[in-house]
């Protein structure tokens, strides 16, 4: 079967069904992919502030209600707790596993937060006729710690992590237009050029993902990125938290065209 | 003294000490004013999730940490406890006080939502040539319930409650693209014309506020309102909330205009 071109909802069915339990990076060609974050309550409200604080780095597309499972805007009747292909759960801030399902672990208190993903704004970019080298090289996107603050929320709180792109000097503003039109997913960039403005030692080491290559006539730009809200959570190491698994992202309904509005 | 010209931060501070205990409407020309709502943490989840879900009706500009009486980003170090000139006390959704300081009350577990309000935008139509017709006639803008449904979130849901201001034919236009372009103050309309179509049966009885007259040309234009949180809030008859009084709003140091970036 292509998983390109089945619609989200097949896909999660397999998913469901235990069918898919890889990365889901190219399944659903066109629709939105989302980071997943599950909180107690009690944290969930500062959680929800942090997010509201710093929308560039912690896009929400969608939060639930306290203990439900199912999704309403972004996917209609997915089940959080069946639907990712691979989830991460940490008490305390260790890792303590990585099953394919959640239900067992299920609580009336948890709160679910997908967060928008630069997924979406890549293919918009490449659409625009921006290359994505970490598209071309089949790597990880760079992503690197730095000192640019976010605005603490209650227990959350530390600087930006960023994402970088090495764009040609002469399509640098078509990538700030393409991806200022996507606010929901990142938006536009948080900084263009020199690394060590935002903190950044060496570009050829980046803190998380693969260093790709920089031609001469390219620019460094750099995106806020979903790491940022992981971090914070981390840092805080909570009694009980869950994530998508690196790359097992949830797939939407919505199409990353979509949005733009 | 002229109210109308001083700084924000002076009126804040004439507020504080008890020698302003009126109505806000034209102090610090230019300058946006908020609506605000006080919840105990445990309602607050719910309420920001419900802001969230329904941002058109409930555009939020800020949301403090439970306890922390200061707000940061709208007017920092003004003190929300003591600088709007009369706030409204209600217990199990009974109005039990309207004191002009509510610093006695203040509690460790006490949320405080300021939401933007149409004044903003008013300011902005006005500018742009398009007549606002409630400031004409020196009446409180009317507004009705409509059976346009809200998201609900938790304990909180309801219908979206509009205000409705008469526009020439020839402006209308231009009315939508001045408030689009301001989405933390409410935005675009979200209906023109045929009041029947959003269950307003009689346009000259408003269920708040007061009718103002509308013209052969005019097309009446209806526009999300901030009563819609507050009722969503009083619907569910909270142990305790404290609002501002109707007119007696938080004066920020923020611009109208600043709202549109």
């Given at each position: 079967?292509?998983?390109?071109t089945?619609?989200?909802r097949?896909?999660?069915?397999?998913?469901?069904?235990?069918?898919?339990?890889g990365?889901?990076?190219?399944?659903?060609?066109?629709?939105?992919?989302?980071?997943?974050?599950?909180?107690?309550?009690?944290?969930?409200?500062?959680?929800?502030?942090y997010t509201?604080?710093?929308?560039?780095?912690?896009?929400?597309?969608?939060?639930?209600?306290?203990?439900q499972?199912?999704?309403r805007?972004?996917?209609?009747?997915?089940?959080?707790?069946?639907d990712?292909?691979?989830?991460?759960?940490?008490?305390?801030?260790?890792?303590?596993?990585?099953?394919?399902?959640?239900?067992?672990?299920?609580?009336?208190?948890?709160?679910?937060?997908?967060i928008g993903?630069?997924?979406?704004?890549?293919?918009?970019?490449?659409e625009?006729?921006?290359p994505?080298?970490?598209?071309?090289?089949?790597?990880?996107?760079?992503?690197?710690?730095t000192?640019?603050?976010?605005?603490?929320?209650?227990?959350?709180?530390?600087?930006?992590?960023?994402?970088?792109r090495?764009?040609?000097?002469?399509l640098?503003?078509?990538?700030?237009?393409?991806?200022?039109a996507?606010?929901?997913?990142h938006?536009?960039?948080?900084?263009?050029g020199?690394?060590?403005?935002?903190?950044?030692?060496?570009?050829?080491?980046?803190?998380?993902?693969e260093?790709?290559?920089i031609?001469?006539?390219e620019?460094?730009?750099?995106?806020?990125?979903?790491v940022?809200p992981?971090?914070a959570?981390?840092?805080?190491?909570?009694?009980?938290?869950?994530?998508?698994?690196p790359?097992?992202?949830?797939?939407?309904?919505?199409k990353?065209?979509?949005?733009?509005?």
């Amino acid at each position: 079967m292509d998983y390109t071109t089945i619609s989200p909802r097949e896909l999660r069915a397999l998913i469901r069904a235990g069918e898919i339990t890889g990365q889901t990076s190219g399944m659903c060609a066109g629709y939105a992919q989302a980071n997943l974050v599950i909180l107690p309550k009690d944290l969930a409200f500062d959680f929800l502030l942090y997010t509201m604080r710093n929308p560039r780095p912690c896009p929400v597309l969608e939060v639930t209600d306290p203990g439900q499972r199912l999704f309403r805007t972004m996917a209609d009747g997915a089940d959080v707790a069946t639907d990712l292909p691979r989830y991460r759960v940490y008490e305390n801030g260790v890792l303590v596993d990585e099953p394919t399902d959640v239900s067992h672990l299920w609580r009336d208190d948890l709160v679910s937060f997908l967060i928008g993903c630069s997924f979406s704004f890549e293919a918009e970019l490449m659409e625009a006729g921006v290359p994505v080298r970490n598209i071309e090289e089949h790597r990880n996107v760079p992503m690197y710690d730095t000192n640019i603050p976010c605005a603490p929320a209650g227990v959350f709180s530390g600087n930006m992590v960023v994402s970088m792109r090495p764009i040609p000097y002469d399509l640098v503003v078509r990538a700030v237009n393409v991806t200022a039109a996507m606010p929901r997913v990142h938006g536009a960039p948080i900084h263009i050029g020199d690394p060590a403005q935002i903190g950044i030692r060496d570009i050829s080491k980046p803190d998380y993902g693969e260093a790709v290559t920089i031609n001469p006539g390219e620019v460094p730009v750099f995106w806020p990125c979903g790491v940022t809200p992981q971090n914070a959570v981390m840092r805080v190491k909570p009694p009980f938290v869950i994530t998508h698994a690196p790359g097992h992202m949830f797939v939407t309904d919505v199409k990353n065209v979509e949005l733009k509005y």
